[in-house]
C-alpha cells in the first residue's frame, strides 16, 4: 500500500508521470477542424498545418512530391484534404493526425481538382494524358477517366475544373477551346455534354451559388459564359473588354479568376495584362467601371462580410496587398507583407487574413479591420492557403 | 607592350565580369527560374502551359534563339519578355545552364 502511495506522489510520482502520457494518447480531447487550415510548401513538397485560433502551426505533413501551383479540396466533415500536385499525384491527408492516409500517382502533369456535391468524388485536372479522372474519396480508387479528346484523338489540357449542382463537375480544354459538363450521378457513365467555349480557355470559375461558370480566354478577347441552369443555350460570348495583353504591357503571371468574387451583382475580375480590376454588372454581363491599380492583379478576392476587396499582383509588384473598400470602390490601404506574395485566404467570417509570402519563407496573419499584423510564421517557399471552411462552398 | 597586354587583362576580366554572374546573383537567376518561369513550365521545367525547359526538350534549340525568347517573349503565346528581370549576359547563362548543366530543383532551393 505504501509503494501504491509512494507511486502517485512522493519525490518521483511516476504512476502521475504515466498516467499524464496515457491521458495524452489515450484520453485525447475530441476536437473539431473548422479552424485548421493547410499551408502548401511548394518548393519541399510539405504542407503546414496551422491553426487559426490559436494562429501557430500545428502539424506537418512531407513527401507529397511537386507542389508547385498545387491546390486542395476538403471532405464535407472537414477531415480531409485531397491535395493535386503538379506531378499527377492525389494525396488523401487527415488533418487530424497531419498524415497522409493515402497517395495515387494518377497522371505525369497535373494542375488542380474538384470534389463532387455530395463528397464521394475526386475528379482531377489533367495536362498530360489531357482530361479528367474520377477517383472514389474514400478509397482514391479510380471510377471514372474522361479523356479530353479533341480533332483527330489529340488530347487536350484540362484547366478551369469544378464541382457544380447536380452532381457535375465542368471543366474547359485548352486546345479544344470547348467546356466540357460532366454528370456524375451514375459514377462509372458519366454523361458528358460539350460546348465550343472559345480560343485557349485559361482557367475559369463558377459562381457562388452554382447557375454561372465562365471561362477566360487567352487566345481571344473576353469571356465565355455558360449558364448551367439553361444550358441549351449554349455559349454566350461577354466582356470584350477582358482583353488579352497588350504588347505593352506583358503578364509576367496569369490571373486566377474566384468564384468569390462576386459582391451583389457585381462581379470584381482581374484584367489580363493591365493595371486594373474589371467590375462587370451580372445582369447585363457589362463592363460597368474599372478600378485603377499600380500592378497587374492576380488574385480578387473579397472579405466574407463583402466590405472589402483584396488583390495580390504579378512580377515586379508581387511585394504587396491592395485593400479595396467597396463602398466608394478606392485602394484604401496598401500592404507589403514580403517578397512574392502569392495567396491569401480569410477565417470564414473574415476578421483575419493569411497571406504567404513566398520569397521571404513566411506566413502573415492580419487583422482586417485595422490591419495590423497579429501573427507571423516561418513556412518553406509557402505558396497556397486553405482553410477547412472551403469544405462547404462550390467550386473551392 | 606592357601596358597592351594590361589592358587586354583588364578588359577580359571585366568580359569575365559581365558573361558570368556573380553567384549571388546566378542563385538569383536560378530562383526566377524555377519559381517564376516555373509557374507556366512547372518549377521542376517538365512543362504545364508552357513547354518543358528539360534539356532534352531544348537539345535542337539554338541558343541565340532561347535567350532571344527569354528576353523578348514569344507573340502570340503566354510567353512574356523578361528583359526588364534580366540582362543579356544572364539570359545566355540561364541558356548554357538549362541546355548543358541542367540545374537539379533542390540545387536551386537548398544552396
Known amino acids: 500500500m505504501r509503494n501504491f502511495i509512494r507511486f502517485f506522489s512522493g519525490r518521483y510520482p511516476i504512476g502521475l508521470v504515466l498516467l499524464a502520457v496515457l491521458s495524452q494518447t489515450l ?23 496551422i491553426n487559426t485560433t490559436s494562429r501557430r502551426a500545428v502539424g506537418k505533413i512531407t513527401g507529397l512530391g511537386d507542389l508547385s501551383h498545387a491546390s486542395l479540396v476538403y471532405s464535407p466533415d472537414e477531415r480531409y484534404a485531397f491535395v493535386f500536385g503538379r506531378d499527377g499525384a492525389l494525396t488523401k491527408v487527415d488533418v487530424l493526425e497531419n498524415k497522409i492516409v493515402k497517395r495515387v500517382e494518377q497522371a505525369h502533369n497535373s494542375v488542380g481538382g474538384a470534389i463532387s456535391q455530395d463528397g464521394r468524388l475526386i475528379a482531377t485536372s489533367n495536362y498530360d494524358p489531357g482530361g479528367v479522372r474520377v477517383f472514389s474519396a474514400e478509397t482514391l480508387e479510380k471510377v471514372a477517366d ?24 465542368v471543366f474547359s480544354l485548352f486546345e479544344a477551346g470547348e467546356i466540357w459538363t460532366a454528370d456524375l450521378h451514375d459514377p462509372k457513365n458519366p454523361k458528358i455534354q460539350k460546348f465550343k467555349a472559345g480560343k485557349e480557355p485559361y482557367d475559369a470559375l463558377i459562381s457562388p451559388e452554382g447557375r454561372y461558370y465562365i471561362a477566360g480566354l487567352f487566345g481571344e478577347d473576353g469571356l465565355a459564359l455558360l449558364d448551367l441552369w439553361n444550358p441549351d443555350a449554349g455559349i454566350r460570348k461577354i466582356v470584350p473588354e477582358y482583353a488579352k495583353d497588350d504588347p ?76 479595396i473598400d467597396t463602398r466608394d470602390l478606392a485602394v484604401v490601404r496598401r500592404l507589403t507583407p514580403g517578397k512574392a506574395v502569392l495567396h491569401m ?35 518553406d517557399k509557402p505558396s497556397g492557403i486553405f482553410f477547412t471552411s472551403r469544405a462547404h462552398r462550390l467550386g473551392l | 607592350m606592357r601596358f597592351g597586354l594590361f589592358a587586354l587583362l583588364v578588359s ?8 558570368t554572374p556573380t553567384p549571388e546573383r546566378q542563385q538569383a537567376l536560378l530562383d526566377l527560374l524555377h519559381q517564376d518561369c516555373g509557374s507556366c513550365h512547372g518549377m521542376t521545367l517538365q512543362g504545364g502551359l508552357g513547354p518543358a525547359l528539360l534539356s532534352s526538350a531544348l537539345a535542337g534549340k539554338s541558343e541565340a534563339m532561347l535567350a532571344g525568347t527569354i528576353l523578348n517573349g514569344r507573340p502570340g503565346t503566354a510567353m512574356p519578355p523578361w528583359s526588364r528581370f534580366l540582362s543579356r549576359e544572364e539570359a545566355d547563362w540561364l541558356v548554357t545552364q538549362l541546355k548543358y548543366n541542367p540545374p537539379r530543383f533542390n540545387d536551386a532551393t537548398r544552396p
Open chain 1, 27 to 49: 484520453l485525447a480531447e475530441p476536437r473539431g477542424t473548422g479552424d485548421i487550415g493547410l499551408v502548401v510548401e511548394r518548393a519541399t513538397g510539405n504542407l503546414t498545418a
Open chain 1, 146 to 169: 474522361i479523356k479530353a479528346e479533341y480533332g483527330e484523338g489529340q488530347l487536350a489540357r484540362v484547366v478551369g475544373l469544378v464541382d457544380a449542382p447536380g452532381q457535375k463537375f
Open chain 1, 248 to 323: 505593352k504591357l506583358p503578364v509576367f503571371k496569369m490571373p486566377h479568376l474566384e468564384g468569390r468574387a462576386l459582391i451583389g451583382d457585381y462581379w470584381f475580375l482581374p484584367a489580363v495584362g493591365h493595371h486594373e480590376l474589371l467590375v462587370i454588372d451580372r445582369r447585363e454581363w457589362k463592363v460597368v467601371r474599372k478600378i485603377a491599380l499600380d500592378g497587374q492583379p492576380v488574385f480578387v478576392i473579397p472579405r466574407p462580410d463583402e466590405r472589402q476587396i483584396w488583390v495580390n499582383f504579378a512580377l515586379p509588384d508581387n511585394d504587396r496587398l491592395d485593400v
Open chain 1, 345 to 379: 485566404e480569410f477565417t470564414p467570417k473574415g476578421q483575419e487574413v493569411w497571406v504567404s509570402a513566398r520569397d521571404d519563407d513566411r506566413v502573415l496573419v492580419y487583422d482586417t479591420e485595422n490591419f495590423r499584423e497579429l501573427a507571423r510564421l516561418p513556412a
Open chain 2, 12 to 19: 577580359a576580366l571585366a568580359l569575365g565580369q559581365v558573361s
